[in-house]
Each structure stands twice: as structure tokens, then as C-alpha cells.
């Protein structure tokens, strides 16, 4: 499973990862997903409540605010995307 994280302002994005991780999508674990691609841009991870992981599993999409982070931010929200996989073509 691949997920996109952007770090956006107004219009502008200002960082963004993908993080690849080798297992399916786990919902118990996409705090984790995110811990670690935040921690790769050295930027704070946000907290998750079940509606994003509801959004995340209906929409493939979440986005996160400045008021759903501990730390102070700079930036204007964070939209994390799933990136569908690629199926393999049979020969």
C-alpha cells in the first residue's frame, strides 16, 4: 500500500512523501504510516480519530488541520491520499 502525504498552504503545496509500506492497508495501523512518513519530512503527526480512518476507508482521502495537531503547524491542512496499486498484466 501506498499513501501520499501533502503538506499544503492556501494553494501551494509546501512538502509532500509517498510512503510505501509492504502489507495492506491496516486501520490500526495508519497512525503508524503516519508517524513514520511525518517523521521522515520532520514534521509533527497528527491525531487520528475514527473519522479519518472512515474517510480514508470510503473516500481514499483524509485531511488533517492545524487544530488536529499537538504542535504548533505551518502549514494550512494535510491531505493524505491513498495511491491505488498497480495491477501485474498477465502474460
Same mark, same amino acid.
Given at each position: /500500500?501506498?499513501?501520499?502525504?501533502?503538506? /499544503?498552504?492556501?494553494?501551494? /503545496?509546501?512538502?509532500?512523501?509517498?510512503?510505501? !509500506?509492504?502489507?495492506?492497508?491496516?486501520?490500526?495501523?495508519?497512525?503508524?504510516?503516519?508517524?513514520?512518513?511525518?517523521?521522515?519530512?520532520?514534521?509533527? !503527526?497528527?491525531?487520528?480519530?475514527?473519522?479519518?480512518?472512515?474517510?480514508?476507508?470510503?473516500?481514499? !482521502?483524509?485531511?488533517?488541520?492545524?487544530?488536529?495537531?499537538?504542535?504548533?503547524?505551518?502549514?494550512?491542512?494535510?491531505?493524505?491520499?491513498?495511491?491505488?496499486?498497480?495491477?501485474?498484466?498477465?502474460?
Amino acid at each position: /500500500m501506498k499513501i501520499w502525504l501533502k503538506f /499544503m498552504d492556501t494553494e501551494k /503545496m509546501l512538502k509532500n512523501i509517498i510512503f510505501d !509500506t509492504n502489507e495492506a492497508f491496516v486501520p490500526e495501523h495508519f497512525v503508524d504510516y503516519l508517524h513514520d512518513a511525518c517523521y521522515a519530512l520532520d514534521e509533527p !503527526t497528527p491525531i487520528v480519530v475514527s473519522k479519518h480512518i472512515k474517510h480514508f476507508l470510503t473516500l481514499n !482521502t483524509t485531511t488533517f488541520f492545524p487544530q488536529d495537531f499537538v504542535e504548533k503547524v505551518n502549514f494550512v491542512r494535510l491531505e493524505v491520499d491513498a495511491i491505488p496499486e498497480e495491477k501485474k498484466k498477465e502474460k
